[in-house]
């Protein structure tokens, strides 16, 4: 009955090769997550999908690209990687915080995290 | 730009002595405020939230949060600690909006050290 969860746990490999790091949650939500936690414990977000939609990018660099076959899944494909790609990967998900219109707006939710892929870059 | 400060690097607590972990917060407006925990090796655990309403907010295995607008913080306590407690706290901010996302600005943490 996993909510949120990401494979592989850990991820090694050489600079320069492209690695892909998969997420799924059986939550029903419709908004994604995927955020880098660095050697330093700070997590920073690094993309937002809601129900496939791309609507948070932060300033990473475009080796990074995610996709979303469908609002279950976000997947993170990593090419050229580098040294200081090394870090853990959290996949999260929740329910939208607005929707236009009314409705759900002004609420917040929470976000559920999986349980992180640790990706060593030799 | 929201953002959050926890001042403490670590905070050490003996078992049975109240916790607190200390969070203040910069956002323009109202804000949306969480609690999450994580311990080794693990995901972020979401532990509770202030949306609106009472200030004082109840969450998972007994610990609560105070929100205080003035004072803009949102201090995370527990009356009685528990070894099982040591962990990794990250107060997380958002601010009030009808349209937009659910980008959270999230603190650096703090470890809670708690002592047999």
């Known amino acids: 009955d996993t909510a949120v969860s990401q494979t592989p746990k850990y991820l090694v490999t050489q600079m320069g090769n492209d690695k892909s790091i998969k997420c799924e949650q059986n939550l029903g939500h419709d908004t994604m997550y995927w955020y880098k936690q660095d050697s330093k414990k700070f997590l920073k977000i690094m993309f937002s999908?809601?129900?496939?939609?791309?609507?948070i990018n932060e300033t990473v660099p475009n080796r990074f690209s995610p996709k979303s076959p469908d609002k279950a899944h976000l997947n993170l494909h990593i090419n050229s990687l580098e040294l200081g790609d090394s870090a853990v990967y959290f996949c999260?998900?929740?329910?939208?915080?607005?929707?236009?219109?009314?409705?759900?707006?002004?609420?917040?939710?929470?976000?559920?995290f999986g349980p992180g892929t640790r990706l060593t870059v030799t | 730009a929201q953002s959050v400060a926890q001042p403490e690097d670590q905070v050490n607590v003996a078992e049975g002595n109240p916790l607190t972990v200390k969070c203040t917060y910069s956002v323009s407006g109202n804000p949306y405020l969480f609690w999450y925990v994580q311990y080794p090796n693990r995901g972020l655990q979401f532990l509770l939230k202030y949306i609106t309403g009472d200030n004082l907010v109840k969450g998972s295995y007994g610990f609560e949060a105070e929100f205080n607008k003035s004072q803009t913080s949102f201090h995370l306590k527990k009356p009685s600690a528990l070894v099982s407690d040591s962990a990794l706290y990250f107060c997380?901010?958002?601010?009030?909006?009808?349209?937009?996302?659910?980008?959270?600005?999230f603190g650096k943490g703090n470890q809670v050290v708690v002592i047999p």
């Open positions: 999908y809601n129900n496939k939609e791309l609507i």
């Open positions: 999260a998900s929740s329910q939208p915080s607005t929707q236009k219109g009314g409705g759900l707006a002004n609420r917040s939710y929470e976000q559920y």
């Open positions: 997380a901010v958002r601010p009030f909006s009808f349209y937009g996302n659910n980008r959270l600005a």
